[in-house]
């Protein structure tokens, strides 16, 4: 019988069955691609740790099928396995997380770890998106960041020494950040 991956990036070793699973998320300009969209990179971080094996199908508006945009009024990422499909980045993985337990990216504080970093994205995007510099927006985007880099002074993790689906989510959109200001 197949199997998906039997270890992840920590090394630890978990055999699960064969499911397909295919991430339905937004394309490149090239329309074939993977996107920008940090909420997906999100997902596809949690479906490597895990070791999982998954399709990835980049999609424009003009590729999306049918399914996506009536089941699910188009919203990427979508996560489609075992005839269940899920959107919105923050259910795909907890149910990731709840389905295939090992490694575990849950620890006891994790809601206040995800509240550490859940702050800065609005600030990020109303920053990143402006036609023109805005002060405001700038300022509002280094508060944020001054409060992770405060956590990160005393921490190495969001929460405290252990790797959480907080950290998961956080590093997307500050590789997103990072490569946005340079341009």
């Not at 895990?50 to 009024?73: D, F, H, M, Q, R």
């Not at 504080?109 to 510099?133: D, G, V, Y």
Request: net charge negative; hydrophobic share 30%; proline share 5%.
């Amino acid at each position: 019988s197949g199997s998906n991956r039997t270890r992840n990036p920590s090394g630890e070793r978990q055999v699960y069955q064969s499911t397909k699973m295919e991430l339905y998320l937004k394309a490149g300009p090239q329309g074939t691609s993977v996107g920008d969209c940090p909420f997906a990179h999100y997902v596809r971080c949690v479906l490597h740790f895990k070791g999982l094996e998954y399709k990835v199908l980049p999609c424009t508006a003009e590729t999306k099928p049918a399914w996506l945009i009536n089941e699910c009024s188009g919203k990427m990422p979508c996560l489609r396995i075992d005839g269940l499909t899920i959107t919105e980045s923050g259910e795909i993985v907890k149910y990731i997380e709840k389905t295939y337990t090992e490694p575990s990216l849950t620890v006891p504080n994790l809601n206040e770890a995800m509240q550490i970093q859940a702050n800065m994205f609005l600030p990020m995007a109303k920053f990143l998106k402006s036609k023109e510099f805005d002060e405001g927006k700038e300022n509002d985007l280094i508060t944020e960041l001054n409060k992770l880099n405060e956590h990160f002074g005393k921490n190495k993790y969001l929460a405290g020494d252990s790797l959480s689906l907080a950290d998961y989510s956080l590093g997307p959109k500050l590789y997103h950040l990072d490569i946005a200001v340079d341009h």
